[in-house]
Each structure stands twice: as C-alpha cells, then as structure tokens.
C-alpha cells in the first residue's frame, strides 16, 4: 500500500504470524492514503485487534509522519475521536452482556492510546499556529452512519465523551486502565499550551481545553470531583495486571506500567517518558495535573480596542497583544472554588445555598492527602488552590485542631530549602504560610500546639517546642539564609510580613525563638549600616574604582539601603507588636531583648527608626529599673533572670508604651497570574507525569534540548538557572498591608 511503511512479517512474541501480520496490515493502513467511512468494518477490526508485537520507536515515528501526510485527506483522526466517543458512551449506558462489555471496553483503550500517539506527534510537529494539521471535522463529503448528527466540533464531541466518563465512572480493577489512559490523552490534547508564549494571546488555538471550558456546569463539576477523589484514594496501579487475554495468546495489554498501561504494539516510550520520577499512583498523580491544567487555564479575548489597532499598519504585535482581555469563564476553576465538603457545608447553617451544582468531596480526606503529600510540588499549588479560592476549605483548615499536619511537611520543606529545592515550590509554600497568618485564630491555636520534639531540625534541639515558635525560627532562617545575596526581596517580604501577622498573638515564644528574632535584627542592622557608610562616606571612592559605573552603583546602593530599611523597620514592628500586645505572655522574647540590649543603642536616636526604638527602651528601662533595685553579691544567672522577669512581667501594664497602628498584610493575586502558574503547571507535568514533547516546539517556557532524557541533577540545574530571574515579576502576586 503506498504510504504505508513496511513491516516485518513477526517482530515480537505472543500470538502467531498471521495475528501479527493482521496487526501490522491494520495499523499501516491507518497511516496510509485511503480513506475508510466512520460505518467501515476497518474501525473495528483496527480497535478490537489483540495486539500481540512491538515496533520500535524509529517505526512509531515513522508511521506518525506517514500520519500527519494523510490525515488531511483521510480525516482519520477525527473518525478515531468519534469512534473513541462511541466506545465511551455506550459504557456509560451499561450493557448486561459481559462480553460486549469487554469488547467495547478495550476498544476505549486501543482508541484512546492510538488517539494520543497520533495526536501527540500532529501537536508538538505542527507547522500552522492555527494547528490545522489536525483535521478535527469530517469532509463534506463524507457518508456517516444513519442515525449521527454531528451538531458540534469534533472536538466538543470527544471531549464530552471523556469528561462524562471520568466523572460518571468509579475507578475500579476493570476501568483502572481505562481512567489512567484517558488522563494521558487529556494531557495530550490540551499540551498545544505549549506551542504559545509564557503570555497568553487570543490567537492561542487551544481547541480541546477550550471544548472542555464549553461544557456544561454539572458534567465539569462531576469530571472535578472525580480528579480529586482520584487523587485522595490514590488508587495503585495494580488493580488488575493483566487484562482480556484470549487463551494463549498476550491482551491487548500487558501490565499497567507506571504511567499509563502499556499497548504493545506501540510502544509506551514513544507517548510517556519512563525516566521520570516512576510514581506509585500514576492515577493520581495525572488527575492532579490535569486538574490544575484545567483551573489555571485563561482564555484571552480581543477587545474592540485591540481590534482597532490591528487594523492599523503601523501597529505592533506587542501594542496589538496589550489590547485583548482575559475570559474569567473558567468553569473548572469555579467548580474547584466551590467545592463543599461532604459532612459540612455552610449554606446549610447560613441558609444561603449556592445556586446550581457544586462539586461535594470530604474535606477530611483531602486534608489528610495534602499533608502527607505536601513535598511535592503539585501538592502545595493544589493547597494554594484551595486556600486562595475555595472559603470553605479554607475555613475547614483554620478550626483544624492538628493544624501539624499541613505545616510540619511545609517547614520542613522550608528548612531543606538549600537542597535543590524549587524556588517556585518555596515561594507557593511562603504564600501558603501567609494566606494562613491573616486569620487570627490560626496564630492563635498554632503556638497552643507543642511538638515533642522536632528531629529534622540539626542547629539546635527543640524540645517542647510550639509549632508557633518553629513556624518564627524557620521564616526567620529562611530569611537569614537568603540576605546575603539578596536576589529575592519578594520572598524576604513574604516572610517578614507573615511574621508580623504573627507577633501579636505570640504565645510562650520560645527562647530560641526570641534569640533568633533579635539575632535578626541585629544582622539586618550591620547589613543597614554597611550600606549607609558605602552610599555616604565611602560613595566617591567606589565611582573612582568602578570607572564608569559610579552613578548607576551609587543609584543601585541607594534602592538596596531603601529595602534594609523597610526590613529593618519591619523587623522592629514586629518586636513592637509583641512587647505591646503579647509581653505577659513572652518572657522569652524580653530576655532576649534584655541580653542583647547593645544591639539597639545605635538606633535609639536614628532619625528613621527612633519612634519604634523608643517603645523597645521603654520595656528595657522598666525591667533594668527593677533588676538594679534587686541587686545583691550574688550572681544573676540565666534562670534567675528569666524568673525575674517572670514575676515582674504580672507588673506590667505598658506606661509609657507608644500605641502603633497593628501591621496586618493580606496576599493579593494580581489579574493575570496565568502567566506565572500555565507554566509551572506543565513544568510539574514534565517531571511528575513523565510527559515528554518534543523541546524544539516549546515556547511556553525555556527547556533544555534533551528534556526527553532530563534526569533529577540536571532538573535541579536548570531550577538553579531558574532562581537568576526575578520570578517576582512573573508570578505577579502582591502582599498588601490592609488599612
């Protein structure tokens, strides 16, 4: 047949020659120059065939390009998306004969898996950016079956098929396959994201992400509700190993590997990278990717204005780009933001019921499921989902009473930072963190939590330690770790404002604690005054030896010393905050105060920080006072000081205590964090999931030319090249200090 590559007569084991040669013969003619009608018999012997020999991957690909020759004549993929679409719905009506039902069944999966090979290759080698490669309608003249109308896109057509069969159909041994391969070929179909820039654009042709934002509310609501219910049981990959063997000879599937189950007569390699991480729960890990592709996907729109200038010659593409407007219709993000928990929901107390279907899953469970997951990055983007859109949610894990749960895996993260951890993954858990901080019962209940001990943490034994007081000590290392170079003044804000959330409701501060609060002020203040004699007396000599540079370094020393400040003013507010609300509480933190009282002195009569000093003195002169009067021959020792300051903390009313207005900061998310989070998203994808695409067709982020073969140290390497950007301006979040 011409077109169709040739083919040895038996290149695996199994079946016998004539099964093999059938095989072969279908598939090359699924690649080739003629055309079969949607009612051909040739469909059904292609997806019911026992596939029983292996091609290697130069051979996939060579049938893929023969494919992508054809296709516009053929219309083959389109017809193999319809018949895909047939073989879901009638398994979602059921058939009281078992052996149609496995007949069909394994016809999903021929389908599905060819479907994404095919489309995979169509995708990532498309030459249009309207990806008209892919053919998704049928000729005009093309005869179809009697009965079918097609009164929508293909595209809108298979997508419904898929969507209403993972959310109608529970994940059991004998559809396990099924869900697994359907979620790669969702992955698949909505990887043309990576064809487009790192900012959105309406010319973006996103065909089946945008048919899954068309569909209706309760179905996307069910298809949400399953991904995440995948996700909580996380399901093993081995419900059932091998499947639909007909006597001897092999299935149509031999095991279901850790990705995807496997079609032997193409190979999985060619669709799914096995050099990934290998998860055990494939399920889950897939239904966690592909909901958070879903939900943080934007359809931008032109507006008239964008118009307007397109029509003008001497406009450009980037005046053109700033005219259009993003679509807030994503269906799969109000699904997820509506969420309710099964045994709760608020409406029922408030009597506010929210109107339509909504998405109904234990919140329990999906706490339990975060916390042991959490050191995986898809976790903690899941959780900032969750905790940024979803009220209920959030309000769920705020009366939490093992609140440990969700932070130890965090901080512990936090505290491992230095090891190749993603700068991405830290500054989503810091979000995390602050989201929390801004309800005053978190800060509350999480310094009521003692830890035993906490053996991950080498500096220093924590014993009895509150959860409050290790959340102070690892935000406080983190920004003691990230000073020196500071590259990343967004993440030291991050932490300095959750922690000035925190200092009002400080409770029983720890000593450690309180030694590394004033240890940081202390080298924030060295920093400050670093920078203050380089921009003052030392200024000239650095433009005498930069030659050239003088003004653009003088200009660069005047915004860093302007940074130290806020810093430094930050860091004395949040000791303000503490003496002023919290003092009887936290005899520590005076101690603290009171053995390093030197390190305030220079700052006492500091025209930009004496305001904040003065309250500070205030409590050193009230204790100093008492402790001179209480002088005697005998030596002051820790204990005894601490003690003192114990008894005399019950004296305390704060005379002479300047009242400052209480610093609360709030997260706000700026209008267009797709540009931030589409990427990320597929990186997790990429490394996750196992996907692999073809890096030269990728512009949606910078990926190494062998991303196929991208092992865990070079993945690391390129997270260090990632933390030279300033990620600040492309996640585009913002912390705001509430009125």
Partial sequence: MGGAPSTPRNTGGGGGGDDVSVAEYLITTFVGEKSFPLASDFWNKLLELPLSSRWPSDRVHQACELFAQSNGYTRHLAKLLIHLSWCLQELLQGSSDDDQASSTYKKAVNATYIASVFLKHLIENGKSDSLAELHLSLDDSEPVPHGFVMDHDIQNFVMHSVLSFIGSTEVSPNSYVLHQELLNFMIVAMSTQLLSGPSPGPRDANPFIDAAMSQEKSLVCLAVRRLLLNYISRTPPNAKSYLYSD???????????????????????????NSGDG???????????????????????????????????????????????????????????????????????????????????PFASLFDTLGMCL???????????????????????????????????????????????????????????????????????????????????????????????????????????????????????????????????????????????????????RKYNKLSELTGEKQQSIKIILAGEGDGVSEDLAAELQIFTDFLRLVLDILNAILTYALPRNPEIVYAIMHRQEVFQ??????????????????????????????????????????FIINNCRSWRGEGMKMFTQLHFSYEQESHPEEFFIPYVWQLAFSRCGFSFNPDAINLFPVPHQVEKQTEESRGEEVEEGKEKKVQELIEQRIVLDP
């Fill in 247 to 273: 006597g001897d000879s092999p299935g149509i599937l031999e095991r279901v590997g850790t990705a995807a189950a496997t079609l032997v007569l193409l190979p999985l390699n060619y669709l799914v990278n």
């Fill in 279 to 361: 998860s055990k729960h494939p399920l889950a890990e897939c239904s966690l990717h592909v909901l958070l592709i879903l939900t943080n996907y934007h359809k931008p729109v032109m507006s008239d204005e964008s118009l307007t200038d397109k029509s003008d010659d001497s406009a450009t593409s980037e005046s053109v780009s700033k005219g259009h407007v993003f679509s807030s219709g994503n269906t799969f993000s109000k699904a997820l933001a509506n969420a309710r928990d099964v045994e709760f929901d608020r409406s029922d107390v408030e009597g506010n019921a929210y109107p339509g279907p909504h998405v109904r899953i």
């Fill in 375 to 525: 050191a995986d990055e898809g976790a903690v983007l899941l959780l900032y989902s969750l905790l940024q859109g979803n009220s209920d949610f959030k309000e769920y894990v705020l009366v939490r009473t093992d609140l440990d749960t969700m932070l130890m895996p965090i901080l512990e993260t936090l505290y491992n930072a230095s090891k190749r951890t993603s700068s991405n993954q830290i500054y989503m858990m810091l979000i995390v963190l602050l989201i929390l901080s801004q309800d005053s019962s978190f800060n509350s209940s999480i310094h009521k939590m003692i830890l035993p001990s906490v053996p991950w943490y080498k500096e220093h034994l924590l014993h009895q330690t509150s959860l409050g007081s290790l959340m102070v000590i690892i935000l406080i290392r983190t920004v003691q770790h990230n000073l020196s170079k500071l590259r990343d003044v967004y993440l030291q804000t991050t932490c300095l404002a959750t922690l000035a959330n925190m200092a009002p409701h400080a409770h029983h501060l720890s000593a450690y604690a309180s030694q590394r609060l004033v240890s940081l002020f202390y080298m924030l203040s």
């Fill in 602 to 643: 220079p700052f006492k009569n500091h025209p930009r920080f004496h305001e904040l000093v003065e309250n500070i003195y205030t409590v050193l002169d009230f204790f100093n006072s008492r402790m001179d009067s209480q002088r005697s021959d005998r030596e002051w020792s820790v204990q005894k000081v601490l003690q």
